[in-house]
């Protein structure tokens, strides 16, 4: 099991920054994928930025060079910083650790962060 804890949603004016934190219960060493994902009102979730166990990480086009996701080891928590923010950044936030075993894949969640961006 891993259980997820996020925080730093909020409301924040359009071109505004925030950054996300999610705090993990395992160690990000062995958790394979750590990923970002938000869901807008009547809209499917959908991937926002990852980051690997070895540090690379990718972000959706509409969020590239605004939105960086970076992880710090040591405190097992992944952050989402959120420059420039627009109206359509307003969605709730899900942090996801994606786990490959000899069983399979598991997905966790957490409970998600609302983020509000006001024009």
């Known amino acids: 099991q891993v259980q997820l804890v996020e925080s730093g949603g909020g409301l924040v004016q359009a071109g505004g920054s925030l950054r996300l934190s999610c705090a993990s219960s395992?160690?990000?060493?062995?958790?394979?994928?750590m990923g970002w994902y938000r869901q807008a009102p009547g809209k499917q979730r959908e991937l926002v930025a990852g980051?690997?166990?070895?540090?690379?990480?990718n972000h959706a086009d509409s969020v590239k060079g605004r939105f960086t996701v970076s992880r710090d080891n040591a405190k097992n928590t992944v952050y989402l910083q959120m420059n420039s923010l627009k109206s359509e950044d307003t969605a709730v936030y899900y942090c996801?650790?994606?786990?490959?075993?000899?069983?399979?894949?598991?997905?966790?969640w957490g409970q998600g962060t609302q983020v509000t961006v006001s024009s």
């Open positions: 980051i690997d166990r070895g540090g690379s990480a």
């Open positions: 395992r160690s990000l060493f062995n958790i394979d994928v």
């Open positions: 996801n650790a994606h786990v490959i075993g000899v069983m399979g894949v598991r997905d966790y």
